[in-house]
């Protein structure tokens, strides 16, 4: 595994945890499965690569074989792009973390939309704000997402020995 791909996992497998750490009433997030924290986990994920000058895309659809509506990262790591998943156990598929290509059927457009399109970055962001309640990372003004997104991006900074 090259070094920026481990970098990458090593900041899902840290967002993910601090989604974990947010199931705890405030939010409308399962601790067993994750399931209501996709934004949340996403949002941190996308703002930590972005810090870490990894090319990502915060995406808001929806997962097909269930029609749920939810938020992933894409990734581009070398000449690909990736779907990394920070909270796919709620669909039962393998984790911690669940990656992807990015053409993967299964992540599709958000179809309440005509045409069906997925929402990119401040989009996406919008539509947390707006639509998503508590399941929002910004629900209630709550900024623990930021600050746990800020921790993670300085401390992947000096492990990987990232330039800013």
Request: proline share 6%; hydrophobic share 35%.
């Amino acid at each position: 595994m090259n070094s920026k791909r481990k970098m990458v996992m090593d900041a899902a497998v840290r967002s993910r945890r601090v989604v974990q750490l947010m199931a705890d009433g405030t939010h409308d997030i399962d601790p067993g499965d994750l399931c209501g924290g996709c934004a949340t986990g996403s949002y941190i994920l996308w703002k930590v690569l972005k810090g870490l000058g990894v090319e990502a895309d915060l995406i808001s659809g929806e997962y097909n074989p269930t029609g749920s509506y939810h938020a992933w990262v894409e990734v581009k790591v070398g000449r690909y792009r990736d779907i990394v998943d920070v909270t796919a156990t709620q669909f039962g598929l393998p984790g911690p973390v669940y990656v992807t290509f990015a053409g993967d059927p299964d992540y599709g457009p958000d179809n309440s939309y005509n045409p069906p399109r997925k929402i990119r970055n401040s989009g996406a962001i919008r539509l947390f704000k707006y639509s998503w309640d508590q399941q929002s990372p910004f629900y209630e003004g709550d900024r623990r997402p930021d600050r746990a997104a800020a921790r993670i991006t300085s401390a992947l900074l000096s492990k990987y020995e990232v330039e800013e």
